[in-house]
């Protein structure tokens, strides 16, 4: 299973993105998937989560209202839609995914089993 994540950028305050996780190698229609977040000297941070059907999300405190998870399944892609960004959103973010079928939106990073290599958002005050 590879994740390819893109969509990553320099970016003003208050700008948008999106981001794209693409899956090769397995459906991503049965899994859930997760975005999280790393700025330096610190810690993985836990973004937003997305449950195996789409029907169930999850955010961090930071983000809601702010950023939306989804799945297409069609084109096997998770994305995360980031509006009204923030110097504090600085970061590389990795797609994760549960090998485990048929699971919610969790959004600790020991239930996700294989990840992608990270795109990088920078926002400029």
């Known amino acids: 299973v590879q994740l390819q994540a893109s969509g990553g950028g320099l970016v003003q305050a208050g700008d948008s993105l999106r981001l794209s996780c693409a899956a090769s190698?397995?459906?991503?229609?049965?899994?859930?998937m997760v975005w999280f977040r790393k700025a330096p000297n610190t810690d993985r941070d836990f973004v937003a989560a997305v449950s195996w059907d789409g029907a169930d999300t999850n955010y961090a405190d930071s983000v809601k209202g702010r950023f939306t998870i989804s799945k297409d399944s069609a084109k096997n892609t998770v994305y995360l839609q980031m509006n009204n960004l923030k110097p504090e959103d600085t970061a590389v973010y990795y797609c994760?995914?549960?090998?485990?079928?048929?699971?919610?939106?969790?959004?600790?990073?020991?239930?996700?089993?294989?990840w992608g290599q990270g795109t990088q958002v920078t926002v400029s005050s």
């Open positions: 190698g397995r459906t991503l229609s049965w899994y859930a």
């Open positions: 994760a995914g549960q090998m485990v079928p048929f699971t919610r939106a969790s959004g600790a990073l020991r239930d996700y089993d294989y």
